[in-house]
């Protein structure tokens, strides 16, 4: 069976942990797409129910991305290159340092963070999306567009 084959039958998106994908990048890079959740929100579930169920989301995701579900609220320490990220109490409870920096301080929640492999944010873009939303982002993404033209111009040309 052809790798085209197989990929076509893959049903669910291969998350993976920070430190997982971290390790698959240093092997073999590739994009990074990071879901910022938290127990509590509705569409993140929402989402994991009806938008990461999408075929067309799967595919690409599991072809051009290392796709990560972080917990903003993780209280388990990440470790990566060198630095401990650690769970810090704050408002109604608190959040992983790690997800803090990589959404700029703006906390809310579903919001999906893309980066390219040096881990550089491409984009960060909050709220729910629906499937042909989310995979035009992450064409975007994945297809380098982000490096010649803006996001707004390739809306509007899409």
């Not at 052809?2 to 073999?28: D, F, H, V, Y």
């Not at 995701?61 to 990220?85: C, P, R, S, V």
Request: proline content about 2%.
């Amino acid at each position: 069976m052809s790798t085209l084959s197989l990929r076509a039958q893959e049903k669910e998106i291969k998350w993976m942990t920070w430190e997982e994908a971290a390790t698959a990048n240093e092997k073999a890079p590739k994009k990074i797409f990071v879901d910022v959740y938290t127990d509590w929100c509705g569409w993140c579930k929402k989402m994991d129910q009806t938008t990461f169920k999408d075929s067309a989301v799967v595919e690409v995701m599991n072809k051009d991305f290392y796709a990560i579900h972080l917990n903003a609220e993780q209280k388990e320490t990440i470790h990566w290159k060198g630095y401990d990220f650690n769970w810090v109490a704050g408002g109604r409870g608190g959040t992983n340092e790690l997800a803090s920096i990589i959404l700029d301080g703006q906390m809310s929640f579903p919001t999906f963070v893309m980066l390219d492999s040096d881990y550089k944010t491409i984009a960060i873009s909050p709220g729910y999306q629906l499937g042909d939303s989310l995979i035009k982002q992450l064409k975007f993404a994945a297809g380098e567009i982000y490096k010649t033209m803006d996001w707004q111009t390739y809306l509007s040309k899409s």
